[in-house]
């Protein structure tokens, strides 16, 4: 595949972070890779933003990115209050065909969820990746409440005709919960699609160096990596209740 659509089931869960690994871990392996971030908001003119920050990581070797908006908001009301024309579905597909002439693998970092809007005219990451017929890896929270927003955006995916790669937890804790041990084994009946890997928390801090090097072991082999879900799930297991 050429293009991946990476996308979340809300805002602050690890998407940069899991999109940096599957770039590290391409990238290690010898494929060009580029990264397209259509809209970033929250970031001033002069600040880095995701994409330099999954570059910075990775080590991938090109990052673009359509439009910048200052308020941490939903890129459509973000443009709309900057007084900026907002990005939409058919440019971000056009973009990342462009970064696909010259790149073994391009990676489209989303906005908060898959169906939050970018333009006046309702347009989604949801659309862009319609556009493009490229497959879109789900990342996730671990704890109480994913599965429901993990299946509403599988339900999304299919009624699109769009390919669900599969789902990544975004920041594995330390000391899991019950219930985040529990979702182990829920997400992918929740998603109808594989889990395909798991971010520890605070990986993002890691020295590049450390993280280009750890990131296979957190992804499955379908994204490159070594993880395996089973063996995870098996080694952070809830315990079995008794009544």
């Given at each position: 595949m050429t293009v991946i659509v990476v996308s979340g089931t809300g805002t602050e869960i690890g998407k940069t972070v899991v999109t940096a690994a599957v770039a590290a871990v391409a990238t290690a392996a010898g494929r060009s890779v580029a990264v397209l971030k259509p809209a970033q908001t929250g970031v001033g003119p002069d600040e880095r933003g995701d994409a330099d920050e999954v570059v910075r990581l990775s080590g991938a070797v090109a990052s673009a990115e359509l439009g910048r908006f200052p308020e941490p908001l939903a890129p459509g009301t973000a443009a709309r209050r900057a007084?900026?024309?907002?990005?939409?579905?058919r440019e971000v597909a056009e973009a990342a065909r462009e970064l696909a002439a010259e790149h073994d693998l391009v990676l489209v970092e989303g906005a908060g969820g898959l169906l939050v809007r970018?333009?006046?005219?309702?347009?989604?990451l949801a659309d862009a990746a319609a556009l493009l017929g490229a497959p879109v890896l789900v990342v996730a929270q671990a704890g109480l409440g994913t599965l429901n927003s993990v299946t509403l955006t599988a339900e999304a995916l299919r009624a699109r005709g769009i390919e669900q790669l599969g789902v990544v937890v975004g920041s594995w804790p330390d000391a899991p919960d019950l219930a985040e041990r529990c979702?182990?084994?829920?997400?992918?009946?929740?998603?109808?699609?594989?889990?395909?890997?798991a971010v520890p928390q605070g990986s993002g801090a890691l020295d590049?160096?450390?993280f280009r090097a750890a990131a296979g072991g957190w992804l499955a082999p379908e994204l490159g990596g070594t993880w395996d879900a089973e063996a995870f799930a098996g080694a952070h297991a809830a315990?079995?209740?008794?009544?």
């Open positions: 007084g900026l024309a907002p990005v939409g579905p970018f333009d006046e005219e309702g347009g989604t979702n182990l084994g829920d997400l992918p009946e929740a998603a109808g699609a594989p889990l395909l890997g590049p160096a450390e315990p079995v209740s008794v009544g």
